[in-house]
């Protein structure tokens, strides 16, 4: 069977478009493009990054301060020990030299004191005491045992004195060389805090962000997305503008621009529709030309023998004539009524209550002279009761006749075509099976691709139609062939229920 195939399923008129202004009620103190919002984003986040990065500056310059102030109470840890052991020297072998020695080292103490003073301002009374007071004691008992005249009672006084003093001083010292590093290792801990807290804001604040970024882009293409399967399945014919979509200016410029696509190619699919009607037209002309001039022809001859003989001719024999024409011209008028109808652009594609039987009946009286030229038979078979649908009478006509149409080319002379209406649970089914030359098996996968065509001549749109009008009326349409043994199409329908009337 020679056939014609599908093109995209079609689009119904109504474009129907929700007004652009309304607003997305989440963050309203965001832009609505998406552009601003990765702008604004990516603004937050730089801001995060360059509080985060001047945390980590500051903290560590701080943590800086802090080893020096460690380091200042080491050296003078240091020189303090130092001090001490000349001391002990001098004591246990009273060496005046060993006491130059420890006086000297008063003076470097004295000047590591300056030094934690200038990295500890809030030591100053204590640091300044101690240089002032401990440190001067300590200073002047050395240089009184310097001197020669001293009795061994006093001197024996006095050493004892300068280690007692010597004593407290070291104990001064650690005592303020703790306190400092206990106030570093804090201060240390509340640097590390701020730095993690920072950075736990920033991950959240960031991690919100990529969500929102996320959301803020893929939602409207999920939404539009959703709404263009809902599309392909008949479901709707535009993409309404939600408040998934209307969330960002490019969502609804993207929507507006695949609306007046949709709105296009409903356009141009129905110009389509409607020439290759007229094709079919041209494929039935022969057919209709000749069975309307049947009736033209009795009606000139009973005309004719009515002029000449009605004279001689009796009331009741006039009468009968005038009948037969009456007859012959509402022939006629039934074969041309039917191709009108067949042929008119139906453009607001209203749907009606359908009665399937009626239907099919009315395709095959306008190619009943196609299969009489082509010595096929029709054999018809249906319930006696109407079987009703909801649909457009126009498109679903123009499926049959085309069906039709394909197998009186593909059938040849001597052959049939079988044609039967059921009623199958919820569906209505339309069965035509021909005996023609069928379809290779290589061919059934693209029988309803658009400009797909196995005749010589044809626009490649008759079957890919068909099955886009199939869809629309949330049917389904198979084929079923065997290359020289003939084809069948089921075409499967939605029908009203007892209930539902």
């Known amino acids: 069977m020679s056939i014609d195939p599908p093109f995209s399923p079609s ?14 009620p989440c963050l309203p103190i965001l832009p609505r493009s998406i552009k601003g919002k990765l702008v604004v984003s990516l603004l937050v986040i730089s801001v995060l990054g360059i509080i985060a990065t001047a945390s980590a500056i500051y903290g560590m310059w701080r943590i800086e301060d802090k080893v020096r102030i ?35 080292y008063i003076d470097q103490v004295r000047a590591s004191i300056v030094t934690v003073k200038k990295f500890v301002p809030g030591s100053k009374g204590n640091l300044q005491s101690f240089y002032d007071e401990e440190l001067g004691k300590y200073e002047s008992i050395s240089q009184q045992l310097m001197a020669e005249d001293l009795l061994l009672n006093s001197k024996k006084l006095l050493k004892e004195t300068l280690r007692t003093h010597g004593q407290d001083i070291t104990k001064r010292v650690f005592d303020l060389d703790a306190q400092a590093r206990i106030q570093v290792e804090r201060e240390v801990i509340a640097y590390q805090k701020t730095g993690v807290m920072i950075l736990a804001l920033t991950i959240l604040v960031g991690g919100l962000l990529i969500y929102f970024l996320l959301r803020w882009i893929i939602r409207p293409l999920t939404a539009i997305r959703e709404a263009a399967a809902q599309i392909m399945q008949g479901k709707m014919n535009s993409i309404p503008l939600n408040e998934a979509v209307s969330c ?36 039935v002309t022969a057919g209709i030309a000749h069975e309307i001039n049947n009736p033209l022809n009795n009606i000139s001859l009973t005309a004719e023998a009515l002029l000449e003989d009605l004279p001689d001719l009796s009331q009741d024999d006039s009468l009968d004539m005038i009948h037969d024409i009456l ?22 594609n209203v749907t009606v209550r359908v009665d ?56 040849q002379p001597g052959g049939s075509l ?48 068909s099955y886009a009008i199939i869809k629309d009326h949330q049917g389904d349409i198979e084929v079923k062939s065997e290359e020289g043994h003939g084809t069948t199409f089921r075409i499967k329908l939605p029908r009203i229920m007892e209930t539902e009337v």
């Open 327 to 348: 007859a012959q011209s509402d022939r006629a008028r039934e074969v041309v009524h039917h191709l009108l109808e067949f042929s008119r652009a139906h453009k607001n």
């Open 418 to 465: 079988d044609i039967k209406v059921t009623a199958e649970d919820k569906d209505a089914v339309i069965t035509l099976q021909d005996t023609g030359d069928g379809i290779p098996s290589q061919m059934l996968p693209n029988i309803f691709d658009p400009f797909f065509t196995t005749k010589n001549e044809g626009t490649g749109l008759g079957l890919s139609l």
């Open 11 to 24: 689009l119904q008129a109504g474009h129907q478009q929700q007004p652009a202004e309304r607003r997305c």
């Open 356 to 411: 399937l039987v009626k239907l099919v009946n009315d395709s095959i009286a306008l190619v009943r002279n196609q299969f009489r030229l082509g010595e096929i038979t029709c054999n018809y078979q249906h319930p006696d009761q109407p079987l009703s649908i909801t649909g457009t009478p126009s498109q679903l006509q123009q499926v049959l006749v085309n069906i039709m149409l394909n197998a009186v080319q593909a059938t």
């Open 248 to 283: 960002s200016e490019e969502g609804i410029e993207l929507v507006n621009s695949l609306n007046l696509m949709l709105k296009a190619l409903d356009t141009k699919q129905s110009q389509l529709v409607q020439s290759e009607k007229l094709a079919a037209i041209g494929k």
């Open 70 to 104: 460690i380091e200042s109470f080491f050296e003078l840890n240091q020189n303090v020990l130092e001090m001490r052991r000349y001391e002990k020297n001098y004591l246990l072998y009273n060496n005046t030299k060993d006491l130059m020695s420890t006086l000297d």
